[in-house]
Nanobody, 119 residues
Framework: QVQLGESGGGLVQAGGSLRLSCAASGRVFSSASMGWHRQAPGKEREFVAAIRWGTGGTYYADSVKGRFAISRDKAENTVYLQMNSLKPEDTAVYYC????????????WGQGTQVTVSS
């Protein structure tokens, strides 16, 4: 069972940037996808971004397009989320996920990392 470990969350002012990292403990197969969801207080968990491990194809929620960028390092089994132009509404716990297949079918989750954007 692959385990996921996130890092990089924190407190930042609006307009600032953060980079989240998520390392998988084992091999990530080319057919898999990895990405991020987030959950704000009192709200449901929502999709943020994903990347197909083999092709590098990316997917984004409309709310983060043009501000966030997802990438992967296949040698390190790590996925990154570069977050720019952060807004207070981006405040949430960000969860890394892995899917054996498509980007919208998570089957493994990380423990989450808090991102807080102050106005």
């Amino acid at each position: 069972q692959v385990q996921l470990g996130e890092s990089g969350g924190g407190l930042v002012q609006a307009g600032g940037s953060l980079r989240l990292s998520c390392a998988a403990s084992g091999r990530v197969f080319s057919s898999a996808s990895m990405g991020w969801h987030r959950q704000a207080p009192g709200k449901e968990r929502e999709f943020v971004a994903a990347i197909r491990w083999g092709t590098g194809g990316t997917y984004y929620a409309d709310s983060v397009k043009g501000r966030f960028a997802i990438s992967r390092d296949k040698a390190e089994n790590t996925v990154y989320l570069q977050m720019n132009s952060l807004k207070p509404e981006d405040t949430a716990v960000y969860y890394c996920f892995k899917s054996k297949t498509g980007p919208y079918e998570p089957d493994t989750w990380g423990q989450g990392t808090q991102v807080t954007v102050s106005s």
